[in-house]
């Protein structure tokens, strides 16, 4: 069955980093694209960067760009998200979920927990 168990989050002042890790299981993983989501209370859950199957290509929301890294390892199933320069509004519980491209919907229904980022001073 298909499994992402996201970790890393934690409380971080206005400008510090954390790295995100998201374990992916039951699906072949190096076949896939990985995207990173966040979501905060009462909103939908949003886009925040995207890695290609081999590694080779990125997109990232306009909000993130420069300071947020995607990449992944395909030997060990995980995608990573490195976040600097942390702002209040990057605030949320992030996800990860698999997709055939970057255009495309997640191609999995069930998500993780995700794991909760807190920037507050």
């Known amino acids: 069955q298909v499994q992402f168990v996201e970790s890393g989050g934690g409380l971080v002042q206005p400008g510090g980093s954390l790295r995100l890790s998201c374990a992916a299981s039951?699906?072949?993983?190096?076949?896939?694209?990985m995207t990173w989501y966040r979501q905060t209370p009462g909103k939908e859950r949003d886009l925040v960067a995207q890695?290609?199957?081999?590694?080779?290509?990125?997109n990232y929301a306009v909000s993130v760009k420069g300071r947020f890294t995607i990449s992944r390892e395909n030997a060990k199933n995980t995608v990573y998200l490195q976040m600097h320069n942390l702002k209040l509004e990057d605030t949320a519980v992030y996800f990860c979920n698999a997709q055939r491209s970057f255009t495309s919907s997640p191609v999995f229904p069930s998500w993780g927990q995700g794991t909760r980022v807190t920037v507050s001073s």
């Open positions: 039951g699906f072949p993983f190096n076949f896939y694209a």
């Open positions: 890695i290609s199957s081999s590694g080779f290509s990125t």
